[in-house]
């Protein structure tokens, strides 16, 4: 019975950390591109991306302890870190041991972002657009059979067309400031 309930709470804790990382993604895009209105003002989308970033890592947690403890896959604890040395499906766990050594390199270098300097920052947290795509393929090829139902396609395709929308805004729309900051010219 202990066995099924670490089964179901790695599963459920995986799926709502994709859904809190996708957020993630899709606010960082959004504060990237210096969207902004009236009723969501630009600190307000960055901290929302701070808190529920930490959040999500709070999911991951869950997620990799019930997978380490379920005795089922044989998932162990240096598994977590070095990527594409389990005996369970090497290549799907590798790429979600990638995915979260990124995700815990990003986090910790956020915390001491003003002792790092902005541009060590920047240069990190570039990793993001590396580590959420890794982060979905884990899901879909570690999934086994939950992969193919219906609600869970559903919401893998759900989270990928959000993030792509947010990233096709952050790299389209250019902010006036982010002309001026590359030397360019801002049109009168």
């Given at each position: 019975m202990i066995d099924h309930a670490l089964w179901y709470a790695s599963r459920a804790t995986g799926l709502v950390t994709l859904l809190?990382?996708?957020?993630?993604?899709?606010?960082?895009a959004l504060g990237a591109a210096?969207?902004?209105t009236s009723r969501w003002p630009g600190f307000v989308i960055a901290a929302l991306h701070r808190n529920v970033s930490l959040v999500a890592m709070g999911f991951l947690t869950v997620h990799v302890v019930t997978a380490v403890v379920d005795p089922y896959a044989g998932i162990g604890w240096w598994d977590v870190i070095l990527p594409f040395g389990s005996v369970y499906r090497p290549l799907w766990l590798g790429l979600g041991a990638v995915a979260g050594d990124l995700a815990v390199a990003i986090v910790l270098t956020s915390l001491v972002r003003t002792r790092i300097g902005l541009r060590t920052w920047r240069v990190v947290h570039w990793a993001s657009y590396a580590c959420w795509p890794l982060a979905v393929i884990h899901g879909i090829g570690t999934g086994g059979a939950d992969s193919h139902v219906g609600w869970?396609?559903?919401?893998?395709?759900g989270c990928v067309l959000a993030v792509a929308a947010a990233l096709g805004r952050r790299f389209v729309v250019v902010h006036a400031?982010?002309?001026?900051?590359?030397g360019g010219q801002v049109r009168p």
């Open positions: 809190l990382f996708t957020t993630t993604a899709v606010l960082g210096r969207f902004a869970v396609l559903g919401l893998d395709a400031d982010t002309r001026v900051r590359r």
